[in-house]
């Protein structure tokens, strides 16, 4: 068998075919191209909103821990304030128990009971009192209004309480008014 010789025609179609199918493999190549350049621009694009969403999301984090810590600083200052209206009351019942005026026992006992509640009401909004007699003396809590010598106490302790201390937490509602020690 011989082989025939395809003809110039022949040639032509099958070059032509050839290019063809390199045209389409070029515009392939550069839809491929165009793709992968899409994508790159849609990551980066991705990459941005993901950056700023952790960003409101921090700032939104942020937002919320500080309208809790107003909304909590806000209830303590109503309550100092609202304490502090009372603390004239609550002194004066400790000093009617403390004088020895002649009155009944039932009158005393009467007194005792209600400076009682108010403890405990004070005890409930967290109000803590502080100044005692023998505590040492800090002037961040204590509001020294004279020095005595007290032989039972050593030096910058508390030897007299004139008006009771109070706090919120950590809070300073009212300083407690001392004599100290020599």
């Not at 010789?5 to 515009?27: F, G, M, Y």
């Not at 109070?166 to 008014?177: D, F, P, Q, T, V």
Request: proline residues 2%; aromatic residues 6%.
């Amino acid at each position: 068998m011989s082989k025939k010789k395809p003809s110039k025609a022949e040639v032509k179609k099958e070059n032509s075919e050839q290019t063809a199918e390199n045209i389409e493999a070029v515009e392939d190549v550069e839809v491929v191209t165009e793709v992968n350049e899409e994508a790159e621009a849609l990551k980066k694009e991705l990459e941005k909103q993901k950056d700023q969403f952790l960003r409101m999301a921090a700032e939104y984090d942020n937002f919320r821990k500080r309208t809790e810590k107003e909304k909590a600083a806000t209830y303590d200052n109503a309550v100092a304030a609202t304490v502090e209206a009372f603390l004239p009351v609550v002194d004066n019942f400790e000093l009617a128990l403390k004088s020895d005026a002649d009155v009944s026992d039932d009158f005393k006992k009467g007194i005792e009971m209600i400076q009682k509640q108010l403890e405990g009401a004070l005890e409930k909004l967290h109000v803590t009192s502080f100044g005692e007699r023998g505590e040492e003396f800090d002037p961040n809590l204590h509001n020294a209004v004279s020095r005595v010598d007290d032989p039972e106490l050593s030096e910058d302790h508390i030897s007299s309480v004139y008006q009771k201390g109070y706090l919120i937490g950590e809070r300073i509602i009212r300083h407690a008014m001392v004599q100290i020690s020599n």
